[in-house]
């Protein structure tokens, strides 16, 4: 018998498998695709490109020190400098750009008039949200984790904000954060307008010159250590069930074979992970909270390939903007898009002397699958990148557009989370973006995990000698 099976071999039913591997487990890693990865992805193109389809930015509470403990020791992530991380155009805006609202940033000619293309206010209404941050980021812990499973819309009611106010607020969530303004969580919210020294800042990371290019060297340097801590791995194998007896997990289903184990660790995403049990037997955990996670959002995207890297039209320089780019879209300055040079972070990404620069929307997945809306989105990337490059024609060598149907949960959203040890049910266990860990996506999955091999070394597996 097995001492570790682990259902999906995303981040962090990778990692889980690595570090209990690494400890002397006996582990079996099944994926269902023909590669590992997970929402960690990148397109390998034949001509030398590598796209990312994945996480591009990311804040690094937890993944390099998960990645440490899984004995990967061949990725290199690249650190952004704070001041450099994020920074505003505005379509029709003839390529200006605008600085960054970041909640409460003191009030500057420049930032009101940000303010006022952005987030819809005038000074006056500038005033009063930095007033409400303020008098957000002073409630009490107890206070703001009361509204953790808030969301924001309703949030915002309770705490009195005026509807003014409210919206601009909301707008700010959702350039600041990425975060859907309906139905993010009041309590991230109220985190996100905390000055840094009250909840210190995670450094903003990216992939960096890894040999390869690309998030994907992740997933390899992760596909090594597997190997080295002696983790079987299946691909292309579905897990059809999880087995459940007398009130424990006993191993999986996968294609009619049984596969015996003393723990299982799920990484499937709780909206598909109730699929896994018999309907009679979905623990009460994953029933009843997988239902609220109806709201998971895709992505539209596009990729633009220049011949050297352009200049801008407002400067006439040439870009050299290592964070990410965020993009007010179309008359009604909708958000949810940004840009980054992704070259600019792996090389390895591009032929030599051609940069990538990756264009992005966060959409729910309705408009994912809503032809005309995906035009409309792909038409104004293309139109945003005319108005802040100069000579775009002569520099470009093509444009490559696809859309991701599941991406994240579009993305902090108030809908709580299933604890990694499911109640009741020994042996079962939860990884991945979707668990309780104080921690959100990247993260989320990479402190899961290693709390995931705590709890099994704990008190579910024999110790190994
Ligand atoms: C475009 C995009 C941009 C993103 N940007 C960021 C970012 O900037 N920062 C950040 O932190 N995060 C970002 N994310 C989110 C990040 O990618 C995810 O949080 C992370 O990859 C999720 O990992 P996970 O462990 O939850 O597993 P997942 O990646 O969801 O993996 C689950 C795995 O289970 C497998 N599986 C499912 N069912 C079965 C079955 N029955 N049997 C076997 N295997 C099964 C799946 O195939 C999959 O491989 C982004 C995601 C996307 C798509």
């Known amino acids: 018998m097995l001492d570790v099976v682990v259902v999906g071999g995303g981040l962090g039913g990778m990692l889980a498998a690595a570090i209990l591997g690494r400890e002397g487990r006996e582990v079996l890693l099944v994926e269902r695709e023909a590669a590992l990865g997970g929402r960690i992805r990148s397109f390998d193109r034949a001509d030398g490109f590598v796209l990312d389809a994945g996480a591009y930015l990311w804040p690094d509470a937890y993944v390099s020190e998960a990645m440490r403990?899984?004995?990967?020791?061949?990725?290199?992530?690249?650190?952004?400098?704070?001041?450099?991380v994020l920074r505003l155009f505005v379509e029709g805006l003839s390529g200006r750009r605008f600085a960054f609202p970041y909640p409460q940033r003191r009030a500057s000619i420049k930032l009101l008039e940000s303010a006022e293309v952005a987030l819809g206010v005038d000074p006056e209404g500038y005033e009063q949200l930095s007033a409400t941050w303020a008098r957000l980021a002073a409630l009490s812990e107890r206070e703001t984790d009361s509204m953790r499973h808030v969301p924001l819309e309703e949030g915002l009611e309770r705490l009195r904000v005026d509807e003014r106010t409210a919206a601009a607020l909301r707008r700010n969530v959702m350039?600041?954060?990425?975060?859907?303004?309906?139905?993010?969580?009041?309590?991230e919210c109220i985190e996100l307008g905390r000055p840094p020294a009250d909840r210190p800042l995670a450094a903003p990371v990216v992939a960096g010159a890894n040999p390869g290019g690309g998030v994907a060297a992740i997933v390899r340097s992760l596909s090594a250590a597997l190997s080295s801590a002696g983790v079987e791995v299946r691909t292309s194998q579905a897990v059809d069930e999880i087995v459940l007896e007398s009130g424990r997990a006993r191993g999986v289903e996968i294609a009619g074979e049984k596969v015996a184990a003393r723990s299982v660790v799920c990484n499937v995403p709780i909206w598909h992970a109730a699929k896994l049990f018999r309907p009679s037997e979905i623990p009460v955990e994953i029933a009843s909270l997988a239902e609220r996670w109806s709201v998971v959002g895709g992505v539209i995207a596009a990729a633009f390939a220049f011949r050297g890297m352009p200049r801008l039209?407002?400067?006439?320089?040439?870009?050299?903007f290592p964070g990410w780019t965020r993009l007010l879209m179309g008359p009604e300055r909708e958000f949810g898009g940004g840009m980054v040079w992704t070259t600019l972070h792996s090389p390895e990404n591009a032929p030599s002397g051609i940069h990538v620069l990756q264009a992005m929307r966060l959409s729910p997945r309705r408009e994912v699958e809503d032809p005309e809306r995906v035009a409309a989105v792909h038409a104004s990337f293309e139109r945003i990148v005319r108005e802040v490059y100069l000579e775009v024609d002569e520099r470009l060598l093509w444009c490559k557009q696809w859309t991701t149907p599941d991406s994240s949960e579009y993305l902090i959203s108030s809908a709580k989370r299933p604890q990694i040890a499911v109640p009741d049910v020994a042996g079962l266990f939860l990884v991945g973006e979707t668990t309780d860990v104080p921690a959100v996506q990247m993260d989320a999955a990479a402190l899961s995990a290693m709390r995931c091999a705590e709890l099994i070394g704990g008190r579910d597996a024999r110790r190994i000698a």
């Open 69 to 84: 403990r899984a004995g990967a020791v061949g990725f290199r992530a690249s650190e952004i400098p704070r001041s450099r």
């Open 313 to 320: 039209r407002e400067t006439g320089e040439v870009d050299d």
């Open 175 to 187: 350039l600041y954060g990425t975060y859907d303004p309906a139905s993010a969580s009041t309590a």
